[in-house]
């Protein structure tokens, strides 16, 4: 859960600081005028953070090269903010993503995608997803107890439906602009328990008249949502 605590820690005080520095200038009682800085340091920030996350999640190569995109455009936007380089960092920015777009559909070809689901289905044991600017997929075929799942202007998907999943089991969810699908299998019921701020969540799930094992979703959906299925 570490990763999930530092990326919401991260994100709550970068948001709260950005208010509390507005509240304070339009009160008149602090004087900030250099916007070109403030926000290219917020921005800078931002990618920083979600290429370190995309870097340190995942286990596939265009999780990684994503990664290493997001650090270099934040790099170069704090770069640029403090004077040290002068480019326009966003003219530069979409073609980029095209050669990266690129790069990713050519080292997605293959197995990298089928030997992660392989994994997966061995032992269920990556339970912890962060998904920022980027989207994760799981799919679970041993025991599941539980897990954390982080959609920061990304989407996780976690397919359950052939898991064994233990009775009580807690999911923690937090979507920010992003989006979170859960599948599950129809022996289990559902406590929702998850609260929306400018989002929301559905419960689309039909469990038989005989399933016992309840599962337990609490957390936040902020401009974003939570679908189970």
């Known amino acids: 859960m570490k990763k999930n605590f530092l990326v919401r820690a991260f994100?709550?005080?970068t948001i709260v600081a950005l208010g509390g520095i507005l509240l304070l200038r339009n009160l008149g009682i602090i004087k900030f005028d250099d916007w070109h800085l403030f926000w290219?340091?917020?921005?800078a920030g931002i990618f920083l953070l979600a290429g370190l996350s995309?870097?340190?999640?995942?286990?596939?190569?265009?999780?990684w090269v994503w990664g290493l995109l997001l650090i270099a455009v934040g790099t170069a936007i704090g770069l640029n903010a403090y004077n040290v380089i002068n480019i326009s960092v966003w003219k530069l920015f979409w073609p980029v993503i095209l050669i990266i777009v690129g790069l990713v559909i050519m080292l997605s070809i293959g197995s990298g995608g089928r030997r992660r689901s392989k994994k997966l289905a061995a032992d269920g044991s990556d339970n912890e997803k962060v998904a920022i600017f980027y989207g994760e997929e799981s799919?679970?075929?041993?025991?599941?107890?539980?897990?954390?799942?982080?959609a920061i202007f990304g989407g996780v998907e976690l397919d359950l439906r052939q898991a064994k999943i233990k009775d009580g089991a807690v999911i923690d969810v937090f979507t920010f602009c992003g989006g979170i699908d859960i599948s599950l299998p129809d022996d289990v019921i559902v406590q929702?328990?998850?609260?929306?701020?400018?989002g929301g969540s559905e419960d689309k799930t039909a469990p038989k008249s005989s399933a016992k094992k309840t599962i337990h979703l609490r957390g936040?959906?902020?401009?974003?949502?939570?679908?189970?299925?």
């Open 40 to 43: 290219g340091t917020f921005w």
């Open 139 to 150: 799919r679970v075929k041993g025991d599941y107890t539980g897990g954390s799942l982080t």
């Open 11 to 13: 994100l709550g005080i």
């Open 192 to 198: 929702n328990d998850v609260r929306g701020i400018l």
């Open 54 to 63: 995309a870097l340190f999640s995942s286990r596939r190569p265009a999780a």
């Open 220 to 229: 936040e959906c902020i401009l974003g949502g939570l679908e189970v299925k």
